[in-house]
Every structure is written in C-alpha cells, then in structure tokens.
C-alpha cells in the first residue's frame, strides 16, 4: 500500500505539522502537538492511530507510534518517508538558518576588518548600528553592495567643494544616490556621525553642516588651514605667499580657493602638523624666521587641511602628526592619518604615560588607535585628556632639533630660514 492512501485534508494539519518540525530540526522530532483540531480532523486521527475514543481537539502525537503503524501500512515507508510522498522532498530549515548566520557573520567581519575601518576603529560603532538595523532586504549581498558604495563614498571625503548630487554622480553614477532619503545617503551620514562621536542629524540644517565638514558644496574661501614655516619650492602665488610670511616669522592662512587654483608646490624635510593654534602660537615665538614647516588643522581637519597635506606628502616631504589624548583627539589622530599618510608624532603609549597628569577632563570615549593599539588602552585605564597645550615644551623640543641643524640639514638638505631651490 502507498501513501498516498494517507493523503487527506481531514489528516493534513498532522502532515503540515510534522513537515514544519522535520524540517526545522533536521529530523530530530520525537512527538508533535496539534491543536484546534476538527471534529472530522479527530476522527481521522483516532483512525489512523487505531484509537478507541476520539482525540481531544489539542492532542500529542508520538512518532515513534507512528512509524511502526505507516511502515506497516506502506511496507516500509516511515513517517518522514509518508511527510515527503505527500508533499514533496524536506528541506533543512535549521540548515538553513546556519547557512544564513554564517553568511551573515562573514559579512560583518569583512566589514570590520575593511581597510577604512581599520584605519578609522570609530566606524566600529558604525557598523554595529548598521548591523542591529538589519540586513537589506534580508540579504546579505544586498548589504555588502551598500557598504562597499558607503566605504568608496567614506574614503573619496573629504571631497573637494563639489555640490552633493555631483559627488554622488561621480561615485555612483545616481546623482540621488546620497539624497537624504535615500539608503546609502542615510547610511554614509551615520558614518560621518560616528567619527565625531555625534548622533546622527535629523534636520536638514544638520545633514548639511555634516556633508560641509567633509567638503561637499562647501565655501572655498572660509574653508581654510592655519601654516606656518612653510617655504614651498616653485614660483607661483601660493608658493611666493607662504615662503614671504615664513621670513616674517608669521603665521599665514590657506584657503580651499588657493589650493584649488595654485599648486603647493614641494615641499622638503618634515612638516610638523598638530591639532591646536596655540602650539603655532608658541613655536612662533620660540623659533621666529626659523619655525619648522607646520600646519594646524584646529580639531576636525578642514577640507582645506586634508588637501593641502595630501600635497606636501604628495611632494615627498614626511607628516608628523601630533594631537590630544583623549577621545576626540584620538579619532581626529586617526582620520588625519588615514587621509593623509601623516606618521604619529610623540603619540604613542609611552608619551602619554610620561606626561598625562593625576588629575584632569575626562578622556570620553576612546576608540582604537591602530598606529599603536596600547595608546587606546592606556587612556581608557586612566580616563584622564592630555590635551596638546601641555606637552607643548616636548614638541618644541623635537622641533628645535630641525631648527638647530641636529636634524634638519640631513633630513632635509634646507636650514629652516634659508629660501629652498624654486622650481
């Protein structure tokens, strides 16, 4: 005998059960319970079992008891073997859900271990947002595509001026691609939040003055970065602007406008850079005529900062990058290094712990500093900001040995006060 003699509506909601349990427990289904059952729907029950009452309309069923009665009825079929004749072969939902959560956890640690993020640990908490949203679409291939779009979008900022849908158009070919209703949009602004440690906006006024940090539609002229010392070669209007206030002894201002239309031109030896005026300030006064190449980004680099050290590192010449240690600090540290290839200066653990004081602001929030990861550590156990001003004398310090011929004429072939080659 088949099974198909088992084939009844009157019997289905048993099959649907056991179907639903075998196959969301590979197989591994000892009893069903089957509830609500009509009065036609027991009698059939009580048949198949060989009962002597009818079953109450919430009723257990052992499947032990019904393999010996389908094996005998069919010759051999068991009760998974009936589930299939019936309805078709099994599929492993628990399989499945295995599949899914492996696909998943692959994803997540592609991102996690992306090279922005690498460089930027501060989208960490990025991606953890994104994932407790869920996956697009539940797919995981879904999801990947919009994060590598949101990693190009990530790593092309700071952009130079351009209008959004420009940007947009030139990454992605959808000029709406980063409207504020769209998904990437949305996505890349979270970004953008979290490397400043800020929630993510949710007015326009907010949207904007994010995408104007990263240099999207932004003004070229208060766009701008604070130098000093720096003598570029070359004859153009930058390059003669900046070597004129460097023999001054005074500090000068660069726009976004200047470097958009006036090439840096190379620079030689290494260009300190830092996050505070007040160290400009300071080794003005110490040094005068002869203050090293600096630049200030002033907390959270301008686009006119990124653009310009890109340039000078473009030239050859070697960034060193100095900060405060704290959380703000750290991820500024960290952004600039990445846009920038600027190398940590007197930034590491050990500086920290020589200098940071007993008492002081709290560090706040302290991301991953992947240029030396005992730094993060280090300011996480002692809580404590060593904020740039008062390390101030070590950084004049290692300046001065540039200044006093200790290390600038073999690193650099140029005094600091003398006019480098032009051209």
């Known amino acids: 005998m088949t099974a198909a003699r088992f084939d009844r509506p009157e019997l289905a909601p048993l099959w649907t059960e ?191 003055r994010l995408w104007e940090y990263s240099g999207v539609a932004c003004d070229e002229l208060s766009t701008s970065v604070l130098v000093a010392g720096m003598r570029p070669a070359g004859d153009g209007p930058l390059a003669r602007g900046l070597r004129i206030w460097a023999d001054a002894g005074q500090a000068s201002v660069v726009t976004l406008a200047h470097l958009k239309r006036h090439p840096v031109g190379p620079l030689q030896g290494p260009v300190f850079v830092v996050e505070n005026p007040a160290v400009i300030a300071l080794a003005l006064q110490r040094f005068g005529v002869a203050c090293p190449p600096l630049v200030c980004v002033a907390g959270w680099p301008s686009t006119a900062a990124i653009m310009l050290l890109r340039a000078i590192a473009a030239s050859g010449a070697r960034l060193r990058y100095h900060g405060d240690f704290d959380g703000e600090g750290l991820r500024i540290a960290a952004h600039v290094m990445s846009k920038t290839g600027a190398e940590p200066w007197l930034l590491q653990a050990e500086d920290y712990r020589r200098a940071v004081p007993s008492a002081g602001p709290p560090a706040g929030r302290v991301d991953d500093t992947p240029w030396d990861p005992q730094l993060a550590e280090v300011v996480r156990a002692h809580g404590i900001a060593l904020l740039e001003e008062v390390v101030a004398d070590s950084l004049l310090a290692d300046m001065g040995a540039y200044v006093d011929g200790d290390g600038t004429e073999e690193e650099t072939g140029v005094r600091p006060g003398a006019d480098p080659p032009v051209g």
């Open 18 to 208: 056991l179907r639903r349990r075998f196959e969301g427990t590979d197989g591994r289904v000892s009893r069903v319970r089957l509830h609500h059952l009509q009065p036609a729907e027991r009698a059939a029950l009580a048949d198949l079992l060989g009962l002597a009452y009818t079953p109450d309309p919430d009723v257990t069923v052992s499947v032990r008891l019904l393999d010996t009665i389908l094996q005998t009825a069919t010759g051999g079929l068991d009760t998974r073997g009936v589930v299939e004749a019936i309805g078709g072969p099994l599929t492993s939902r628990a399989e499945d859900r295995r599949e899914r959560a492996a696909e998943r956890a692959k994803l997540w640690q592609w991102a996690r271990e992306h090279p922005t993020v690498l460089a930027e640990p501060a989208l960490l908490t990025w991606l953890d947002r994104v994932r407790a949203g869920g996956l697009v679409a539940g797919d995981t291939s879904a999801t990947r595509t919009l994060l590598e779009q949101a990693f190009e979008v990530l790593t092309a900022l700071p952009a130079a001026g351009e209008p959004l849908p420009v940007l947009a158009a030139r990454l992605t070919g959808d000029s709406h691609a980063l409207d504020e209703d769209s998904r990437l949009g949305k996505v890349v602004l979270r970004a953008l939040a979290a490397l400043r440690d800020e929630e993510t906006p949710t007015d326009a006024e907010g949207r904007r």
